[in-house]
C-alpha cells in the first residue's frame, strides 16, 4: 500500500524547465518500481518514464528521451521528472504511479497506485 501526491506542475514557456515531485506514503516505497504518466486533453493517457525500486534502471517514451529525467529519492520517499527543453506538446496533467513489478512497464493498467495529478501547461 502506498499513496502517491504530486507536485510542481504549471505554466512554462517553451524551450523552459520544470520539475515534477511526487512524494510517497507508507514505509515500502524502496519495493515499487515508479512511472510517470501524462494525459491530455480528449487524450489517453501515456507512458512517460519508468525507474526501478533502486534507481539504478529507467526508461523512457521516445517523445520525451534526452530531454526529461526521472530519479527517486527512497530516504525521502520521493520520485522527480526533470523535464527539460519542454515542448507545446508536453501540455497534459501528470500523474505518478507505482508498481510491484520488476520490469518497466509503458502499460498503464498494469500499475497499481496513482496520484491525483499535476497540471503542466506549455506555451508557445
Known amino acids: 500500500q502506498v499513496q502517491l501526491v504530486e507536485s510542481g506542475g504549471g505554466l512554462v514557456q517553451a524551450g523552459g524547465s520544470l520539475r515534477l515531485s511526487c512524494a510517497a506514503s507508507g514505509r515500502t516505497f524502496s519495493n515499487y518500481g515508479m512511472g510517470w504518466f501524462r494525459q491530455a486533453p480528449g487524450k489517453e493517457r501515456e507512458f512517460v518514464a519508468f525507474?526501478?525500486?533502486?534507481?539504478?534502471?529507467?526508461h523512457y517514451a521516445e517523445s520525451v528521451k534526452g530531454r526529461f529525467t526521472i530519479s527517486r529519492d527512497n530516504t525521502k520517499k520521493a520520485v522527480y521528472l526533470q523535464m527539460n527543453s519542454m515542448k507545446p506538446e508536453d501540455t497534459a496533467v501528470y500523474y505518478c504511479a507505482a508498481r510491484t513489478g520488476v520490469w518497466a512497464v509503458v502499460d498503464a493498467a498494469r500499475y497499481d497506485y496513482w496520484g491525483q495529478g499535476t497540471q503542466v501547461t506549455v506555451s508557445s
Open positions: 525507474i526501478n525500486q533502486s534507481g539504478g534502471s529507467t
